[in-house]
């Protein structure tokens, strides 16, 4: 159910309920990837986006983190979180998005801070807002 509805900017249409998003280290960056309208990741209708992550408010988010070349560390310091992304390994991260805000996402620790790359961000948004934003993404 992640992303049905959500290319439309109809503020009739509800947020989904669950957000399921892959994050997979690769030749030192992320590679994010929202699961589709059929609400399954690894699908033909997955939306690839880059290394900020947009959810709505008060929504389960679910992210599914795994590395396809070497060892990174996905670091949240709003969510008190730090996972390991290993080759060949799927860690699920797992958390209520909360109220509105924009917060820092990195790699850590293992990859170290010379990597620009592995700097994200976690957007935490008004549903409104989200829509319009997955509808933009999914233009492209």
């Given amino acids: 159910m992640a992303l049905v509805g959500a290319a439309s ?5 509800p947020a989904p309920e669950v957000i399921e998003i892959a994050v997979t280290g690769h030749d030192f960056k992320w590679k994010c990837r929202y699961a589709g309208p059929d ?13 900020a992550l947009h959810v709505p408010t008060n929504t389960l988010v679910r992210i599914h983190l795994t590395s396809d070349d070497f060892i990174y560390t996905l670091m949240c310091p709003k969510l008190a ?8 390994i799927v860690f699920r991260i797992e958390f209520d998005s909360g109220a509105a805000g924009a917060f820092e ?3 850590d620790q293992m990859c170290g801070y010379t990597h620009e790359s592995l700097f994200g961000e976690l957007v935490v948004e008004s549903p409104e807002s989200w829509r319009q ?7 492209r």
């Fill in 133 to 139: 934003w997955m509808a933009g993404v999914t233009k």
């Fill in 39 to 51: 609400g399954t990741l690894e699908t033909d209708d997955d939306v690839p986006v880059g290394a």
């Fill in 9 to 13: 900017c109809d503020s009739s249409v």
């Fill in 81 to 88: 979180s730090k996972e390991v992304a290993v080759p060949g």
């Fill in 105 to 107: 996402l990195r790699g």
